[in-house]
Structures are given as structure tokens and as C-alpha cells.
């Protein structure tokens, strides 16, 4: 009896991997190997990206500190200011200033016959103003030009007065009074 059992078991195993269904079998390694996955490898992948992103995370912090560090080293509020006053002229520079503002004038085709040039002390011992009247006369674009081209070109200056006045209506000139402020500093600051 133990024989025939045994006979029909085998033959019962033969005939089932004989006739595997294979589909099936294959749905089941991939559930089981999906399974592995999830639970052995993953969980161990997963902790090593946060520890790079901490670790990311912490060079950029040390990154950006060692940046503000050495700006905050390199500029010291005395250079800041020093940098500040370097764009306004000297009172040894002040002359040659006016020298390109006249030029600028001939370059932009007016005529400059005389001018007025005070040189007024700051109050806070800093600055000193050079107040700068030119009369020009040149058609009015021009003149429009030549403003535009001076607060360009020296963007420190002031221009604190403007005054047009033509002959008549016909003429094509205009004279116009410009009073320009210049702020020299002086030699101690």
C-alpha cells in the first residue's frame, strides 16, 4: 500500500512539473522577489540618501558660512567708506573735472563763452561743493544732449538749475544757464 501511495504521489509530481503553469509560478517569484526587495534592500538604500542629503545639506551650510566669513573679513566698515569717497574727485582732480565737462560741451557741438566757478566749502568737513555756472548756447536738442551726456558720464554731479531763454521765436538757438554742483572731497577725508 506504502509502494502504490508512494508510486501515485510520484506520478502525481511528474505529471505537475510536466504540466507546470508557468504564468502563475512567474507572478509568484516576482510577488516574493518584490517582497525582498522592499523589506531588505530598500530599506537600507533609503538610509543612505538621507545621510548624503544630510551630509549635502551640512557642506552647504559650512560652504555659505566660510563665504560670509571671509566677505565680512575682507570689507571692514573703514574700506567700505574709504570706497564710498573714492568716486567723488579729489580737490587736485576738481579742475581737470571741470576741463571734461567743458570738453564734453565742444564734443556736443555748444559754444561755452565764459563761466562762473565757486569752489564752497562742506559743512561736515567731508565734501566740497563746486558750484559751476555755464552759460551754453546751441539748439535745444543739443543742450538736452549734453545734460543727458554729463549725468552719464560723471553720475555724482548735481544739476540743480536749468534756465532757457531764446531770442526770439524764429531762432533756432537757445541760450540756457546750467548750474552744475560738483562734490570734490577734501585732502583730510
Do not use: C
Amino acid at each position: 500500500m506504502a509502494d502504490r501511495f508512494l508510486n501515485l504521489l510520484l506520478a502525481r509530481l511528474r505529471f505537475a512539473a510536466a504540466n507546470l503553469p508557468v504564468l502563475p509560478l512567474i507572478a509568484f517569484l516576482l510577488v516574493v522577489a518584490a517582497a525582498l526587495t522592499h523589506i531588505v534592500v530598500l530599506p537600507g538604500r533609503e538610509a543612505a540618501i538621507e545621510e548624503g542629503e544630510r551630509r549635502l545639506a551640512s557642506l552647504e551650510r559650512s560652504a555659505r558660512r566660510a563665504t560670509i566669513e571671509s566677505q565680512t573679513e575682507r570689507v571692514t566698515p573703514e574700506d567700505t567708506r574709504q570706497r564710498l569717497l573714492d568716486r567723488f574727485p579729489s580737490e587736485d582732480q576738481l579742475n581737470a573735472e571741470l576741463g571734461r565737462l567743458l570738453e564734453l560741451a565742444s564734443k556736443e557741438g555748444l559754444q561755452v563763452p565764459t563761466g562762473d566757478y565757486r569752489l564752497v566749502p562742506g559743512k561736515d568737513g567731508l565734501f566740497d561743493r563746486y558750484v559751476l555756472n555755464l552759460p551754453v548756447k546751441g539748439s535745444y536738442m543739443t543742450i538736452r544732449r549734453y545734460v543727458a551726456a554729463v549725468r552719464q558720464e560723471f553720475p555724482d554731479l548735481a544739476v540743480e538749475d536749468i534756465s532757457l531763454r531764446r531770442e526770439n521765436i524764429g531762432s533756432a538757438d537757445v541760450e540756457a544757464q546750467l548750474r552744475f554742483i560738483l562734490f570734490g572731497r577734501r585732502k583730510a577725508a
